[in-house]
């Protein structure tokens, strides 16, 4: 737990080193408490939203929900099957179970790092806790919701996942609002703790509104031999989004990967990245970002590699694809080098679709919305995750829906 609430209370007006500024008073924390229920059983419009973020409401292929609407849990539960195997619950009852829990909270990041951090700890709504036994193989993924109904809402999630040793999981979590919302801010803390010989693939998926902001802070902690996986999937209008997860590869033969596929569109202000800290021996890190901006949107794509040990190596790749003249992308790339032989390289390329793919398309009987459209699609290509093929259809599924309006 934070050591110094004074220093939470300092932190109440202090803005994060990037991104835009906001004003805390400008959104409410008033919202209508809900009641628990079947996930199954959620209004159509709520299930409607939730499924454009990877969560079904029938738990088709899942093995367990945890579902958050505002400042309320509705729904949290996992298959029979899997009791004993993992654990999936509130963060808030997760803390009153088990007092070690205490000993992760906060642990990876400060609460007092910035205004977000601070009205994270200060208003805490809830978040999920999942754990995953020692040497459990987890084969169908976990899914989580966190939901927005309330115009205007501010809502701040701290979520804690543990894989314990030897374990192996997938999480997807999908973020996004009810139809009616346009509004709100959401501040999602999110710490992960990788055992020795643990794996996890986490998939994020966010689908906010045109004057929505949200402030993810997330930071991985990876042991010996642990391989961390995070997939992240922002298309659709988002006022502003800043986010810089940080992976500690701290274990001998650590491994860290961060995969995202942005689109930026309208006036999104979106300013993300990934840094991934090679601390053991043999720790490997990879960041790889595709970024197409519409419209007058701007993306700031950040990507930060620090070698600390001899024998580590990591590659920072960002791909920039514009679609509009009054869009823009910039590209920082970032390697730190602290001891000899540790070896981190990056590639980034930002352009335009070029004519002669366009042409070529064309020439083959598509029109030229069609071939913008195909060119665009396969820029957003998910294979990049490595998702098993259930997951990797219904994001590929995502993908196309937002390709066929690009343009």
């Known amino acids: 737990m934070p050591k110094d609430r004074e220093e939470v209370l ?39 939203q939730s499924l454009k973020v990877g969560i079904r409401a029938d738990e088709k292929d899942r093995i367990g929900t945890y579902f958050q609407i505002d400042h309320s849990v509705v729904f949290q539960g996992f298959q029979k099957a899997f ?14 179970k088990y007092d070690w829990l205490k000993d992760y909270w906060w642990r990876l990041i400060p609460a007092n790092m910035d205004k977000y951090t601070a009205l994270s700890e200060l208003n805490w709504d809830h978040g999920y806790f999942i754990r995953v036994l020692e040497n459990q193989k987890i084969m169908l993924p976990l899914q989580a919701c966190l939901f927005i ?15 314990e040793p030897n374990s192996e999981a997938q999480i997807i979590t999908g973020c996004t609002v009810h139809p009616n919302v346009q509004k709100g801010l959401h ?9 020795k010989g643990a794996k ?33 999937i922002c298309l659709k209008p988002v006022k502003s989004l800043q986010t810089y997860p940080v992976a500690y590869c701290k274990g001998s033969n650590s491994k860290a990967r961060f995969n995202s596929i942005i689109f930026g569109e309208g006036n999104s202000n ?60 910039h590209a920082i790339p970032e390697l730190i080098g602290k001891v000899s032989g540790t070896e981190l390289s990056h590639e980034a390329a930002v352009g335009k679709i070029a004519e002669e793919q366009i042409r070529y398309l064309m020439a083959r009987g ?17 294979t990049i995750f490595g998702l098993p093929d259930a997951l990797r259809d219904e994001m590929k599924r995502i993908v196309d829906e937002t390709a066929k309006g690009v343009l």
């Open 10 to 48: 300092k932190a109440v007006d202090k803005p994060a080193s990037l991104g835009p500024d906001l004003e805390i008073k400008d959104y409410i924390r008033e919202a209508k408490a809900l009641y628990p229920c079947p996930v199954s059983s959620l209004p159509k419009e709520i299930a409607d």
């Open 83 to 96: 009791e004993g195997k993992i654990e999936l619950m509130s963060t808030t009852e997760a803390i009153k």
């Open 149 to 163: 109904s309330t115009n205007g809402l501010n809502q701040n999630v701290h979520n804690v996942v543990i894989i």
């Open 187 to 195: 501040v999602g803390i999110t710490e992960f703790y990788l055992k």
């Open 200 to 232: 996890l693939t986490f998939t994020m998926i966010h689908n906010w509104a045109q004057n929505f902001d949200v402030r993810p802070r997330t930071a991985v902690l990876v042991e010996d031999d642990a391989t961390f996986v995070n997939n992240y």
């Open 270 to 329: 979106i300013d993300l990245g990934a840094k991934i800290v090679l601390q053991g021996p043999k720790s490997k890190g990879e960041v790889i970002t595709h970024a197409i901006a519409s419209d007058s949107s701007q993306i700031y794509s950040r990507g930060l590699l620090i070698g600390e040990h001899s024998d580590s190596k990591a590659h920072l790749e960002c791909r920039g694809l514009l679609v509009s003249d009054r869009a823009f992308i």
């Open 366 to 382: 598509f029109s030229e919305a069609e071939a913008k459209s195909l060119i665009v699609r396969g820029f957003m290509d998910v």
